[in-house]
Nanobody, 123 residues
Framework: VQLQASGGGLVQAGGSLRLSCSAS????????MGWFRQTPGKEREFVAA????????YYAATVKGRFTISRDNAKSTVYLQMNSLQPEDTALYYC?????????????????WGQGTLVTVSS
């Protein structure tokens, strides 16, 4: 299984980025997908998740209304559209896949992880 995250970069506060996570080696449509982020010295933090069947999205309170998670099962890809970015959004962003249902907000629930893509928001 491989999860390849991309789309990170440097953006000014108020700007936007779209992250992508392309999956291979698994039946993508049967997996719940999540995005997490992490900064040095801190635990990995839930950002957003989307369920496998109904594509129901879930968001952390800190990003709700600014970020949108979506998926394209035909492309085996999950996206994270990030708008109104703020310096506190600066982090390494990871995508993850989980086969079974769950809360989807805890990192240990996930079966597979991507390598991360760095998002830096300047003030």
């Amino acid at each position: 299984v491989q999860l390849q995250a991309s789309g990170g970069g440097l953006v000014q506060a108020g700007g936007s980025l779209r992250l992508s996570c392309s999956a291979s080696g698994l039946t993508f449509s049967t997996y719940n997908m999540g995005w997490f982020r992490q900064t040095p010295g801190k635990e990995r933090e839930f950002v957003a998740a989307i369920t496998r069947s109904e594509a129901t999205p879930y968001y952390a309170a800190t990003v709700k209304g600014r970020f949108t998670i979506s998926r394209d099962n035909a492309k085996s890809t999950v996206y994270l559209q990030m708008n109104s970015l703020q310096p506190e959004d600066t982090a390494l962003y990871y995508c993850a896949a989980r086969y079974y249902a769950g809360t989807l907000i805890r990192p240990y629930e996930y079966d597979h992880w991507g390598q991360g893509t760095l998002v830096t928001v300047s003030s």
